[in-house]
């Protein structure tokens, strides 16, 4: 019998830890992740699930959708979707799972934007949604569990040290220690082009004292002493003058003289911004140094062409692209010295070095006019800014009254994939949706409840309207249930008034005698109902086809929704997260073009000839051509897009906003081929598939090109022309082929242009044709099919030399082969003593917290350099997944790259089993894997020099104990992935950096008025168990 009292209390934590509700299907599975078995509802007495939870009121109320009884949140979801009516419409609408599982890539990938507040000169690195901590400056004391300085003072507290250099303490980041950067090589053009910018923004010239401190506010990074010493020499860049002080280090520094005199123009400073603190003006005396004559320059076409270039690509481009895409897009060669010289382009650009030990490594990143002016809000729609006439429109329409009262604008969510419920769309451009969540929808509900109990049917009830007017916003009582709603007249008739629910989205013809004056308390709420525009489908978004497509998929449905673009109509991709796997609904109407005539002809016990096998997978999948209308049509637009792109010098056709399920074009053996983009690691590289050849590749995002939109309609009416096959009565099923297996298909079939094949199965549920191949038109005998040969062979026997065995020495375990060169083998096993990161006690550092066990064990990661990990693993994706795999040894406590899922990590191996799975510890992450040790690969030296990000910690302030599951789920609740500050409290060093553990406390600076000191939580929340044993 199943203890109650314990299923009770695993039920609750569960269901407190999602206070938006939980299906019935996730609470299983959140409740297995947490006890590891399922909820024991047979062993308590009852048949299903929902009997159980109907049996504890006190615990469980709402059985479909699951929330817990006593929060002070209410089943909010439940009820908007309840609340949803239409006249188009019957049924109730779908109540769709709206959490988001976590995309096979790396963390921090999901398209958003880091503050470049926090990253300097790398502004648009695209992250997982959350909101950037507070800078940390100093916990000067404690008493009252509050940080002293927030971050509203940290320009004051700065200004401070620079006056009192000798009160400065350790710098702020784990990265570095005091000296750390001592007799290190910097990079010379990256800080001259860094204090170029600087100059550009204080014209008037500063004290040298404070550049360290500028230098540091604006890149996040500590300025080398040597480029202190080198100022003077660096006359085309700045002046360096002495004042009449008899103190030499009291120095002026200014814009060059040439910068100031030359016809290039000079970065702008931006309109709010003031020179620092105490800055003296230029003295005119022109006493200095005449500086020598400027470096090379760019012309003012090819300055246009760059920039035209780096607009297209807002979140960064790789300089070392440039040349190709500069001589793909203008049919002419980037001229040499432009590479050589990047300080050129810093008139229009900033260049950042996300890989400080190879300065070749540079990103580009186009300079906003409005850059160092604190630009525009982008997570919502601002009320000062300027007004179209669609958007007064728009207003008018809803329902502004002729009155002082004004209905304030809805402002997009800030999350990345807020949850939406989907009306219904007449056009794809302008899908009506309203937003799910605290501040839309529940303060809907309240709301909508206020107005029920003010125009309720007692005597004090407002009287109806009398004379209701077009374009008045009213209150209505609800045709179908006694609901009051806000609306808008749109049209008033003899007895009759035609209404639209301006927070539902939908119109309805009621009563006059329904229609009432809306008072002026019920203005304070934006409209809920809003539009989104549907990304990829622009050009497509009123045909038939796509529609009927959408309204099947989507209309009625709780969806989420991923925000590319903040406006006024935002643009977003649609996910359906209900099934096993996430359905893209963009991507799904884009498919309902597809002209099935044009799809590859197959037929049970039918044979074809002249099939081309274009890939073999490494699970044993193949992918063929056939024959057929459609790809004769498909090879003849591809061959006019090549003739057209030849044709054309413009910088149009560069993908400049990349998402899933988007299509578009890239080279595959030389030639344009359709990709489908499958995967995004961050902002730059992303993972696609050639949809006509069944083959998977990762690119760098300038490497694709939008189609035409000559030749989009009909490219997008061909179905994929790569058919998706399995090898048929073979007694090894996919997945489980050998690599020698995989090796002797692709030998046998790739290069083989007269291949046949006769289908033995179709198999719609995983979209597979089984089918007997032959490598000559010999169908009819089932003796020559490669099928027959490879079950005959010793291909499927796994060799003893391939299975991982174990040695006499523990610390080893080995692939025998003796194919393994001797280099693989020691570069496998070196350690990484260069990438160690630097502690120094009493430091406060804004954090990221990527894993949280309990508050005795968690792993954090330095948020400053995030930025970089990004880079860095992008560089690893494009590396790796273009290398073959080669036998390894594979070392305990050894350093290799590993594939997890659709990324590669640095990772630590822990133990291999038999059965040739490894378990491996992501070094930047904090997690731990089990993965095949097919997925290993040398760890190369460019990919050794960022120190490992996955920081393990304890919290401070709290006696040791063994942490309870309820406690561990609240301290996870507080820390795991959120950014926090932490004041370091003590280190415990390790020969080896992972084995380091740091003790600090956790601060959430989130909120204005008070910051939260997570110790104090835990330790109020252990003081309550202790009371209640």
């Keep these: 019998m199943a203890d109650v009292e314990l299923v009770k209390k695993m039920l609750r934590a569960v269901l407190q830890a999602n206070k938006g509700g939980v299906s019935l299907s996730r609470l299983q599975s959140e409740y297995k992740e947490l006890t590891g078995e399922q909820i024991p509802h047979k062993q308590m007495g009852h048949n299903h699930l929902d009997a159980l939870l109907a049996s504890m009121p006190s615990l469980v109320k709402n059985h479909t959708l699951c929330f817990a009884s006593g929060a002070n949140e209410t089943a909010h979801i439940a009820k908007v979707v309840a609340r949803q009516r239409s006249s188009k419409k019957t049924g109730r609408p779908h109540l769709v799972n709206t959490q988001m599982r976590v995309k096979p890539a790396a963390p921090l990938v999901l398209n958003g934007k880091i503050l470049d507040h926090f990253f300097g000169a790398f502004p648009s690195i695209t992250t997982a949604t959350y909101n950037p901590p507070r800078c940390s400056v100093f916990l000067v004391s404690r008493p009252d569990k509050r940080m002293t300085l927030p971050s509203r003072f940290q320009k004051e507290v700065h200004a401070h040290l620079s006056r009192n250099p000798q009160q400065t303490g350790p710098p702020l980041n784990l990265n570095e220690s005091s000296g750390s950067d001592k007799g290190r090589p910097y990079n010379p053009q990256q800080v001259q082009g860094r204090i170029r910018e600087i100059l550009g923004k204080y014209s008037n010239g500063f004290w040298v004292s404070k550049l360290p401190q500028i230098y540091r506010e604006l890149y996040k990074q500590d300025l080398p002493t040597e480029a202190i010493k080198d100022l003077e020499t660096w006359t085309h860049i700045c002046t360096v003058e002495k004042t009449c002080s008899s103190n030499p280090s009291e120095l002026l520094l200014y814009p060059s003289k040439e910068q100031t005199t030359t016809s290039s123009p000079s970065p702008t400073p931006a309109p709010n911004s003031t020179s620092p603190p105490n800055t003296p003006s230029p003295p005119s005396s022109s006493s200095s140094p005449s500086p020598p004559s400027s470096p090379a320059t760019l012309s003012p076409d090819l300055k246009l062409k760059l920039e035209e270039l780096l607009v297209k690509y807002s979140n960064g481009l790789w300089a070392h692209a440039l040349p190709k895409l500069f001589q793909d897009t203008y049919k002419t060669k980037l001229p040499g010295h432009v590479l050589e010289n990047l300080h050129l382009l810093s008139d229009f650009c900033t260049v950042d070095f996300p890989m400080p030990d190879n300065p070749k490594r540079a990103i580009l990143y186009r300079r906003s006019s409005t850059e160092g002016g604190g630009g525009e809000d982008e997570n919502c729609n601002r009320r000062n800014s300027s007004v179209s006439e669609e958007e007064l429109r728009v207003r008018q329409e809803l329902g502004r009254r002729l009155s002082n009262h004004a209905v304030p604008s809805l402002q997009i969510p800030k999350e990345e994939y807020p949850s939406v419920l989907v009306v219904e769309a007449t056009n794809t451009n302008g899908v009506i949706l309203r937003y799910i969540g605290e501040g839309y929808s529940q303060a809907q509900e309240s709301m909508e409840d206020e107005m029920r109990e003010f125009y309720g049917l007692n005597q004090s009830s407002p009287s109806p309207l009398s004379s209701p007017s077009s374009g008045q916003l009213v209150a209505v009582r609800a045709e179908e249930e006694e609901e009051i709603l806000r609306a808008q007249v749109c049209d008033v008739m003899a007895d009759k008034v035609k209404v639209y629910y301006v927070d539902h989205g939908f119109s309805e013809v009621i009563s006059k005698t329904k229609v009432f004056e809306l008072h002026e308390k019920f203005f304070q709420l934006p409209f809920q109902a809003t539009k989104c525009k549907l990304a990829g489908l622009e050009p497509f978004c009123q045909e038939p086809a796509v529609l009927k497509k959408f309204e099947t998929m989507a209309s009625g449905r709780i969806l989420l929704a991923e925000i590319l673009e903040r406006g006024q109509t935002p643009l977003v991709v649609l996910y359906d997260t209900s099934q096993d796997d996430d359905v893209n609904i963009n991507a799904a109407c884009m498919k309902a073009l597809q002209d099935k005539t044009l799809a590859s002809p197959l037929q049970v016990n039918s044979a074809y000839m002249n099939v081309t096998v274009s890939s073999v997978c490494s699970d044993g999948t193949i992918y063929c051509q056939l024959p057929s209308r459609g790809l004769a049509k498909l090879n003849e637009i591809l061959e006019n897009i ?51 050849v069944g083959v998977q590749a990762s690119v760098e995002v300038f490497e694709l090109r939008e189609i035409p939109p000559p030749f989009l309609r009909d490219l ?250 309820e406690a561990s789920i609240v301290f996870r609740n507080h820390v795991e992935k959120k950014p926090l500050v932490a004041q370091l409290e003590a280190i415990q060093e390790a020969t080896n950096p992972w084995d380091r553990k740091l003790t600090v406390f956790l601060v959430d600076t989130s909120q204005e008025e008070r910051d939260i000191w997570v110790h104090d939580i835990m330790a109020e929340f252990a003081e309550e168990l202790t009371n209640e044993m």
């Design 642 to 692: 090549e003739t057209y792109f030849h044709s054309q010098v413009t910088s149009e056709f560069l993908v400049s906003r990349p998402f899933c399920g988007k299509g578009c074009l890239a080279r595959y053996k030389g030639k344009w081929s359709r990709v489908e983009i499958t995967n995004l690691h961050g902002s730059r590289v992303l993972d696609i598939l050639f949809i006509d």
């Design 716 to 965: 997008m009416a061909i179905p994929p022309q790569a058919v998706k096959c399995c090898l048929a009565d073979l007694a090894v099923s996919v997945g489980s082929w050998t690599p020698d297996a995989v090796q002797w298909l692709r030998e046998k079939v790739l290069n083989t242009t007269d291949c046949s094949m006769k289908v033995a199965k179709v198999d719609e549920t995983k979209r597979c044709i089984y089918v007997h191949l032959f490598t000559d038109k010999s169908f009819h005998d089932p003796a020559r099919s490669l099928n027959h040969q490879m079950a005959q062979s010793d291909l499927f026997k796994q060799r003893p030399d391939v299975f991982l065995t174990s040695h006499s020495c523990p610390q080893q375990v080995v692939i025998k082969d003796k194919n393994i060169s001797r280099q693989e083998v020691d570069h496998a096993r070196q350690n990484i003593s260069c990438s160690r990161v630097f502690f120094s006690s009493g430091n406060n550092i804004d954090v990221y917290v990527s894993v949280a066990c309990h508050p005795g064990h968690f792993v954090l990661q330095p948020w400053r350099d995030m930025y970089k990990l990004v880079v860095l693993m992008g560089e690893m994706i494009l590396y790796y997944n273009k290398t073959e795999q080669k036998p390894l040894n594979i070392g305990k406590n050894q350093i290799y790259a590993a594939k997890v899922e659709n990324s590669w990590h640095r990772v630590l191996v822990k133990g291999v089993l038999s059965n040739g799975l490894v378990s491996v510890y992501e070094l930047d992450y904090g997690k731990h894997e089990l993965i095949s040790c097919t997925q290993l690969r040398p760890l190369i030296k460019e990919f050794r020099q960022l120190p490992f990000q996955g920081i393990t910690a304890q919290l401070a302030g709290l006696k040791p104990r063994q942490w309870s599951e």
